[in-house]
Nanobody
Framework: QVQLVESGGGLVQAGGSLRLSCAAS????????MGWFRQAPGKEREFVTA????????YFADSVKGRFTISRDNAKNTVYLQMNSLKPEDTAVYYC?????????????????WGQGTQVTVSS
């Protein structure tokens, strides 16, 4: 069982930056693939980025490539999402997710555990 708690959301102007954190409970954090998803009002939840066990493997949605980075600190049981050059279309609730096993996947159905989400609002 893994519990995930996101933090770091807020209101930022277009072009600004935010860093989201996701703290995980449990002693086996390093054996989970971690992902970030987001859901805007009236839209389906969409994949943003994911990171493998060691942090060497990362994947990004085309919409955030070059602007967002993902990293993890297994000693702190935490995964981070650094968001730069934010756009109004990045406005959404951002969810942290964990997947047991080594395979990094892009679909929400592949993740076993979810956080409660944190709101990110980008004003124009």
């Amino acid at each position: 069982q893994v519990q995930l708690v996101e933090s770091g959301g807020g209101l930022v102007q277009a072009g600004g930056s935010l860093r989201l954190s996701c703290a995980a409970s449990g002693r086996t954090f390093s054996s989970y693939v971690m992902g970030w998803f987001r859901q805007a009002p009236g839209k389906e939840r969409e994949f943003v980025t994911a990171i493998g066990w060691t942090g060497l493997t990362t994947y990004f949605a085309d919409s955030v490539k070059g602007r967002f980075t993902i990293s993890r600190d297994n000693a702190k049981n935490t995964v981070y999402l650094q968001m730069n050059s934010l756009k109004p279309e990045d406005t959404a609730v951002y969810y942290c997710a964990a997947r047991s096993g080594p395979i990094v996947v892009h679909t929400s159905s592949g993740y076993n555990y979810w956080g409660q989400g944190t709101q990110v609002t980008v004003s124009s």
